[in-house]
């Protein structure tokens, strides 16, 4: 039973990998804002389309996780009232439907409404002056959940590494300090230098 716990592990690991998303995301929308040209087809068509895609291999990522995390549940013989009882669990719960959340707002939400804006510009045009002021609201609270998003995959990844290696609450809490001001970060600056 020890060796089918560990290959579901690796699985929800590597899914949990796999949601850095909100990662790449920020850089690319942090990369974009250095150009400091105004919005036009080409370099936003392509950023969007980059963008437009993720939520869907999030949603197929965050099925798998919750379908191992549920199987390692089970295996562990924890019972699914730990779901909400073991306080580690519950913030891995509530995360899950925070990230839920808040990639089917950005992708139901907010997105097809940055899609309508693009699509007034033409090919090799800018976009029309009157559009940019909507365009740069969208994408900013866009950028404001993708931070947040990215807190809650690293809350998410720093609860599996307690339940699994038994980290201390005081060690846990201390790298989730770290992982708002990690989020911060990225949400601020692209990152030139990885971590740094």
């Not at 990369?31 to 895609?53: C, H, Q, S, V, W």
């Not at 990230?99 to 510009?121: D, R």
């Not at 708002?180 to 949400?187: D, G, I, K, S, T």
Request: aromatic content about 14%.
């Amino acid at each position: 039973m020890e060796e089918w716990r560990s290959i579901f592990l690796m699985i929800h690991l590597i899914s949990t990998l796999f949601m850095a998303a909100p990662l790449y995301m920020l850089i690319i929308v942090n990369e974009r804002a250095r150009f400091g040209l105004p919005p036009g087809y080409n370099t936003d068509r392509y950023m969007e389309n980059i963008i437009k895609r993720q939520p869907l291999r999030c949603y197929a990522y965050l099925a798998v996780i919750l379908i191992t995390g549920l199987i390692l549940i089970w295996v562990a013989g924890l019972g699914w009232t730990s779901l909400f009882l073991d306080w580690t669990l519950a913030i891995k719960v509530g995360t899950f439907i925070l990230l839920v959340s808040f990639l089917s707002y950005i992708h139901f939400g907010l997105q097809p409404k940055i899609e309508t804006i693009l699509s007034t510009a033409k090919p090799d045009s800018l976009l029309a002056e009157e559009m940019r002021p909507k365009l740069i609201a969208l994408r900013t609270k866009r950028k404001k959940f993708s931070g947040v998003c990215l807190f809650l995959v690293l809350t998410s990844l720093l609860s599996g590494a307690r339940l699994t290696f038994g980290l201390s609450p005081l060690i846990f809490f201390i790298f989730i300090i770290l992982s708002v001001l990690f989020a911060w970060r990225a949400y601020k600056v692209p990152l030139p230098r990885g971590w740094f």
